[in-house]
C-alpha cells in the first residue's frame, strides 16, 4: 500500500493523485464514503448499484428508467433529482 502526504486547501480538499483515481476507476463525480476512526481518514469508492436509475457512459449520466404518462418531464426532472440526491447525500 503507498503512503503519501497530502495538504487540505482552505477549502478543506485534498487532492487525489491521478495514478490513484486511474487504480480505482475514479472520475469527476464519482462518489467516496468518508469514515473517521481512532484519529484516522478512510476514503472509500461507493459502488454504483446495478439497479440505479442511471449508468455513467463517458462521464455522462445515461437515465435508463422507464417513463410513462402526460407529465414525462416532469417524472423524470423529479427521478433524477431523488437519484442525485441518493447518490450524493445519501437521502
Do not use: A, C
Not at 480505482?24 to 476514503?43: A, C, D, F, H, R
Not at 459502488?47 to 407529465?71: A, C, D, R, W
Amino acid at each position: 500500500m503507498k503512503e503519501l502526504q497530502l495538504k487540505i486547501d482552505s477549502f478543506g480538499r485534498v487532492l487525489i493523485p491521478q495514478e490513484i483515481r486511474g487504480n480505482l476507476g475514479l472520475v469527476s463525480g464519482s462518489t467516496l464514503s468518508l469514515k473517521e476512526e481512532g484519529g484516522k481518514i478512510t476514503l472509500s469508492p461507493v459502488p454504483v448499484e446495478e439497479h440505479s436509475l442511471f449508468k455513467k457512459k463517458n462521464q455522462v449520466l445515461i437515465y435508463t428508467g422507464k417513463l410513462e404518462g402526460k407529465k414525462v418531464f416532469e417524472d423524470w426532472e423529479s427521478k433524477i433529482q431523488e437519484e442525485l440526491n441518493k447518490k450524493h447525500w445519501g437521502l
